[in-house]
Each structure stands twice: as structure tokens, then as C-alpha cells.
Nanobody, 116 residues
């Protein structure tokens, strides 16, 4: 059984930083893309960042230059470094892992709250 466990969320003041981690446990025969989505209250879930197996990254325009996604394949883990946080970054952040066969595993979500 595959589980994704997220950590690193919390409360931070505007302009501060947080680092989210997402570690996969269980057997995943192949890991393709990894990434993060977020969902703010009353809003649709939106893509924040993705990273392919070769290390190519993609970011939402709203976080470009502030967030950095990275991965450690040996640890089946990914990270989201979030700098210069804004109140509008407040959301529940979800990580996912794509197994290369069209299936995504999801984390349980971690709350990020940015106070003004």
C-alpha cells in the first residue's frame, strides 16, 4: 500500500518561508512526475508546481520566483521551498506522485497559513 506523508506546514507571517516535504512509503515500481497542488477555502484546487523524472520543473505564475520544487528519487521524496510567502498563499497543500501509468497517489494535505 502506497502512502504519501506530508510535513512542514504551519503558520508564518507574510514574507516568511516554509519548506514542505512529501515522502512516499510502500512499493511504487515507477515514479514519473511529482508535484504540489493547493486548495484555499471556497476555491478550486490549483496546480502549484511539478517536477518530472528528469528534473524539469513547472510553476504556477503566482508562485514563480518564490517557490522551488525539488525531489530525491532515492528517498521517494519531494520538497517545496516557499519563500516570500503572501496571505494569498494560504491553503491546504497536497502532494502527488504519478506512477507513469496514469495513476496519481495523493498526500493527505498540510495546512499553510500566512498572516498579514
Amino acid at each position: 500500500q502506497v502512502q504519501l506523508v506530508e510535513s512542514g506546514g504551519g503558520l508564518v507571517q507574510a514574507g516568511g518561508s516554509l519548506r514542505l516535504s512529501c515522502a512516499a512509503s510502500g512499493t511504487i515500481f515507477s515514479i514519473n512526475a511529482m508535484g504540489w497542488y493547493r486548495q484555499a477555502p471556497g476555491k478550486q484546487r490549483e496546480l502549484v508546481a511539478t517536477i518530472t523524472s528528469s528534473g524539469s520543473t513547472n510553476y504556477a505564475d503566482s508562485v514563480k520566483g518564490r517557490f522551488t520544487i525539488s525531489r530525491d528519487n532515492a528517498k521517494k521524496s519531494q520538497y517545496l521551498q516557499m519563500n516570500s510567502l503572501k496571505p494569498e498563499d494560504t491553503a491546504v497543500y497536497y502532494c502527488y506522485v504519478n506512477n507513469g501509468q496514469g495513476y496519481n497517489y495523493w498526500g493527505q494535505g498540510t495546512q499553510v497559513t500566512v498572516s498579514s
